[in-house]
């Protein structure tokens, strides 16, 4: 039997990934420092028999057998990244080196969770995986942009030099149960602030856009990823190319909850992208892969998530 690490397994949606792992049988080990992910996430986990939690830091050198790495290591909302950017960019940069060593070493095959940062602020739109982006190198995004594009570089070079099997995705907005409540990304944001009778917070005049993807139909591209063709090895785009504005977010979100929060209006973050899209032709020619399920849909499992949880 397969055995696959995945490192911040104990993340939103590291979790949601072992758990499928685990439930197709594999041996699976989750590798977690616990700064954004939850016991709690795996809680279920923990008692089957091929499911293993090592306690570690990715920038640390690890030394076990595997057959497949999923490296998604690493604070992904800007509240949590921004909190030690020194950290976020040595996750990245040196999380990378490890786990690629690691396969190495095993003769593994490893993927890499990007991210539709690497696009930056993007002048193209939508964004296909042969824009090379337009990111701010000294920003307080940079941590997390420059250091999951640095990434990028290791696994190509690793690949070029090392004859390692790679597959890099770029994961566009997330999001789904198994959100941390204080996750400070939007989507968690509004449904815990239309709960508890708190403000909706738009940041600036809430007219940028994201795309939404729910995280089951992630997990199924990231596994058909890892099992493609040898030959394709990506950057390959992974989302939801529904593009919505941040207010059309907020309404849709109070409407559902029926919540008599108010929306109101807040500084917008410095470099925060005015818009966001995946063009996901590629992962539909070489995976078959496209998303199922549509943000009515997965707010309404989002919700009742939330509504369910204790202490909100
Ligand atoms: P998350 O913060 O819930 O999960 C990250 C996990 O990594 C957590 O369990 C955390 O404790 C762990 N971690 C952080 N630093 C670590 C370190 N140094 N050593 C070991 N473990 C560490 O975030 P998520 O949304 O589940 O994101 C998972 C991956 O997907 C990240 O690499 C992120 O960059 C990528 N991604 C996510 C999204 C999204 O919308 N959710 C979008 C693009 C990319
Ligand atoms: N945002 C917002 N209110 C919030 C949290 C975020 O308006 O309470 C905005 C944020 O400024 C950005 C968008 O929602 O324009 C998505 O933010 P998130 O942090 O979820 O992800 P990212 O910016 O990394 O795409």
């Known amino acids: ?49 091929n499911f293993d ?26 509240v949590h990244y921004q ?18 060593e690691l396969a190495q070493d095993n003769g593994a095959k490893i993927l890499q969770a990007s991210t539709s940062e690497v696009y930056g602020d993007p002048l193209v739109h939508p964004q296909l995986e042969t824009y090379w982006g337009n990111v701010n190198p000294i920003g307080i995004r940079s941590c997390y942009d420059e250091g999951k594009r640095a990434a990028e570089t290791l696994f190509f070079d690793y690949h070029r030099k090392c004859a390692i099997p790679i597959k890099i995705i770029r994961i566009f907005n997330t999001y789904g149960t198994a959100m941390h409540p204080n996750d400070g990304r939007v ?15 738009i940041y600036g005049d809430g007219q940028q856009t994201r795309s939404f ?23 390959v785009n992974l989302g939801n190319p529904g593009e919505f504005t941040m207010l059309e977010l907020a309404e849709m979100v109070k409407a559902m909850t029926q919540s ?53």
């Open 1 to 49: 039997m397969k055995k696959i690490l995945v490192t911040g397994g104990a993340g939103f949606i590291g979790s949601h990934l072992c758990r499928r792992l685990v439930n197709d049988g594999y041996e699976v080990i989750c590798l977690d420092n616990f700064f954004t992910g939850s016991k709690r996430n795996i809680q279920d986990l923990i008692e089957k028999p």
């Open 53 to 78: 939690v090592i306690r570690q830091d990715v920038t640390q050198p690890v030394k076990f057998n595997v057959d497949e790495i999923y490296n998604l290591a690493c604070p992904a909302s800007p």
């Open 83 to 100: 909190y030690d950017p020194i950290a976020t960019m040595k996750t990245s940069v040196l999380g990378a080196i490890n786990m690629l």
């Open 187 to 201: 989507v968690s944001n509004f449904i815990v602030q239309a709960l508890s009778g708190q403000d909706l917070t």
């Open 213 to 235: 993807c729910y995280v089951d139909d992630l997990v199924a591209g990231m596994i058909l990823m890892m099992n493609s063709d040898p030959d394709f090895i990506g950057p």
């Open 260 to 312: 008599r929060s108010s929306i109101i209006f807040k500084p917008l973050p410095a470099d925060d992208p005015k818009q966001r899209k995946p063009d996901i032709t590629l992962a539909q020619q070489k995976l078959g892969w496209i998303p199922r399920i549509s943000l009515k849909e997965g707010l309404t499992k989002t919700i009742q998530y939330f509504s369910n949880l204790e202490g909100l």
